[in-house]
Nanobody
Framework: QVHLVESGGGLVQAGGSLRLSCAAS????????MGWGRQAPGKQRELVAS???????NYADSVKGRFTISRDTAKNTVYLQMNSLKPEDTAVYYC???????????WGQGTQVTVSS
């Protein structure tokens, strides 16, 4: 019901920055939370950041102070500003949206972030 498309990934040197974008379409009026997860090769997907309809944010301990999640309601887009990137941040980053009516979470296809040392 909710279609998500991520963009902004790429190759960056350690200490650099990237900004990821996630554009949502479909039944966006049902969304009460959006966020980002990531999955590195050989590892399970982990939640990175989230933002609710009330603008409350949460971050994984590993990214606190470095990543910032934000949204643009008019554009139906959520962003993840990533600063001071580390090689361990290398992963495929996925956007998600939570449907409050069905309690279902939709995920995008992901965008690759590679941080070189």
């Amino acid at each position: 019901q909710v279609h998500l498309v991520e963009s902004g990934g790429g190759l960056v040197q350690a200490g650099g920055s990237l900004r990821l974008s996630c554009a949502a379409s479909g039944r966006i009026v049902r969304i009460n939370a959006m966020g980002w997860g990531r999955q590195a090769p050989g590892k399970q997907r982990e939640l990175v950041a989230s933002i609710t309809s009330s603008a409350s944010t949460n971050y994984a301990d590993s990214v606190k102070g470095r990543f910032t999640i934000s949204r643009d309601t008019a554009k139906n887009t959520v962003y993840l500003q990533m600063n001071s990137l580390k090689p361990e941040d290398t992963a495929v980053y996925y956007c998600y949206a939570h449907d409050s009516w069905t309690d279902f979470t939709s995920w995008g296809q992901g965008t690759q972030v590679t941080v070189s040392s």
